[in-house]
């Protein structure tokens, strides 16, 4: 599936017209691979989970509005 990290940020982007930077909709798109190969080898993967909990559990840090 982490193939398909890009291709669903650039969806997530076009959904939010694009008022976010891409890395941003980049690591949201990786919630739910967080046990994958490719994500353990990633570099910055404390700010990733930053930007992940914050969207799941509408924490003050979340860029979104919630439902």
Known sequence: ????VEAL???LSAYDNHRQGIEYYTAMSWA???QSD???ALSNKTEIQKIIRNEREARSGAKSTKC
């Open 1 to 4: 599936m982490s193939q398909y």
């Open 9 to 11: 940020a650039y969806s």
């Open 32 to 34: 739910g691979l967080e």
């Open 38 to 40: 490719a994500y353990e």
